[in-house]
């Protein structure tokens, strides 16, 4: 069975094909992404929406032409449908549903937070993981439990990404800010204390940044300052990651999310693992940042084995819509 999947929540346009025939038997064909990038400042929702525009129907002719397949070798069209933001998912609900419409194809909606955590049975050996979710806009701590994944823990106010990209900015860099935090902190020599935000299980890093930027940008070299964020924030997720392990008695801790592709988080989350007994799984980069193959992926998991199928005439856009909302049908 082919699926097409449609990546379109945020910054990333994302094309994916796959030759799906069981839940062993599993090929990614292609996983193409197109990203908006900025040199300066942030995403701009109108200006995302018109780059999504440009690159989707070029993306899509450009995965057909890599795998040899055409629009009627597709049995099934998967889109992330939410959450997101409005206009990034507006441009991709478009093209799939009239894909859909067009060709006479099945669709159905992916949420793309548990899209995230389905990827781990496309690419790694987990069966029943906690997923370490931390995007730039989602930060959450995620399990399986009684019929839907459930969120152990979250953040209270702005994804880890976006911190790290804001506080980016702040050090005068575009976006995306992670990756350039990440070489910067390799030569940061000296820990400076910075507040530690975990409340009960969840997580807050405005109060951090308002720290940083009242306090400490300016005032301390950058290298020292972005090395000393990475190993607090991520210390708070590893902590919130390892209770949610102990209280689910959960084996095995999935990354998910563009902030995983971190050596330093990936480092720590294997050495908290390893000293619990624990399996540590970490996708290849181009499965945790936002793709198009962990929505076909779990576009086949949904309607194969969850038998859900929507109305391409009638799919809405969820732009809210929460982990923890979804019925678990297909496990
Ligand atoms: P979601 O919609 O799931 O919230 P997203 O749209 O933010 O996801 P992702 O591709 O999952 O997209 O993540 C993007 C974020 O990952 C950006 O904030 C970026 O700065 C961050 N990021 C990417 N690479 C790194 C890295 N090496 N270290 C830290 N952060 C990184
Ligand atoms: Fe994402």
Known sequence: MIILGIESTAHTFGAALLDVQSFTEKKVLCNLRDLYTTEKGGLIPNKLAEHHEEVCDALLKK?????????????????????????????????????????????????????????????TQAKDPVLLYCSGANTQVIAYDGGKYRIFGETLDTGIGN???TFARDLGSGFPGGPKIEQLALSGKKYIPLPYSVKGMDVA?????????????????????????????????VEVAERAMAHCDKRELVLGGGVACNKRLQEMCRLMCAARG???????????VDNAAMIAWTGWLMHVKGGVSDDPSTLQILPYERTDDVDVTWR
């Not at 624990?278 to 945790?288: I, K, M, Q, S, T």
């Open 63 to 123: 995965a057909f032409a890599q795998t040899g397949l055409s629009m009627q070798d597709v049995d099934l069209i998967a889109l992330s449908n939410a959450p997101g933001l409005g206009h990034a998912l507006k441009v991709g609900s478009l093209f799939a549903r009239s894909l859909a419409l067009i060709h006479k194809k099945p669709l159905v909606g992916v949420n793309h937070c548990i899209a995230h955590l389905e990827v781990a049975s496309l690419v």
């Open 163 to 165: 911190f790290l990209d």
């Open 205 to 237: 890093f405005s109060g951090i940044l308002t720290h940083l930027e009242r306090k400490v940008i300016g005032k301390e070299k950058d290298e020292d300052i972005a090395f000393s964020v990475q190993e607090t924030v991520f210390a708070m997720l």
């Open 278 to 288: 624990a399996a540590c799984y970490v996708p290849a980069n181009e499965f945790l």
